[in-house]
């Protein structure tokens, strides 16, 4: 595998993360927690979320994504490749991945490192699909200020194209507003 083909597939790796960044891996759903050490210890306000992404390869550098996202979180979002694939169990590429997401109300999330792990599909060289893709929202600005949240997400990287898509579904829980 080519220098240039392992970027490209990190790069739609990286897509992937950012779409499954929000949901759990235990089918998607967080539950109602408390919320962290604030002024006080209230409950959190949950909310389902999803929708779809789509982002082009290379539209930053060659290891940074960029595109639109739809539904519940529409908006913007990049991902950035941390490091070169690794082989993962099966024939699979797993790759890790800074999410980057604004809002089209102008409010960021943020996201620990997510981790793509891909399978090829049959009979292509280019097409990659999404095996797992969990990714875990942090925290943010504006109405995102202290939420939590996971994400789950499904899709399929064209390398050929040099573009993703993918459907992400999950949760966003919110702090208590004081």
Known sequence: MTLGRISR???LASVAVLLFALVSPGGGRLSSSKAAPRS???????????????TNFGAIDQFTTMGTATGDLRGAVSG??????????G????????????TESGDTLTFDTAVATTAPVQNSQTLFAIVTYPVHITGGTGKFAGAI??????????????????????????????
């Open 40 to 54: 006080g210890n209230q409950d959190r306000h949950c909310v389902p979320v999803g929708g779809m992404l789509m």
């Open 80 to 89: 950035t490749l941390l490091g070169a694939p690794q082989p993962g169990a």
């Open 9 to 11: 597939i990190a790069i």
């Open 149 to 178: 949240g996971d994400i789950k997400n499904i899709g399929e990287v064209d390398l050929a194209a040099q573009a993703t898509v993918f459907r992400y579904s999950g949760q966003v829980c919110f702090a208590e507003q004081d």
């Open 91 to 102: 024939g699979t590429l797993v790759f890790r991945v800074q999410h980057h997401w604004v």
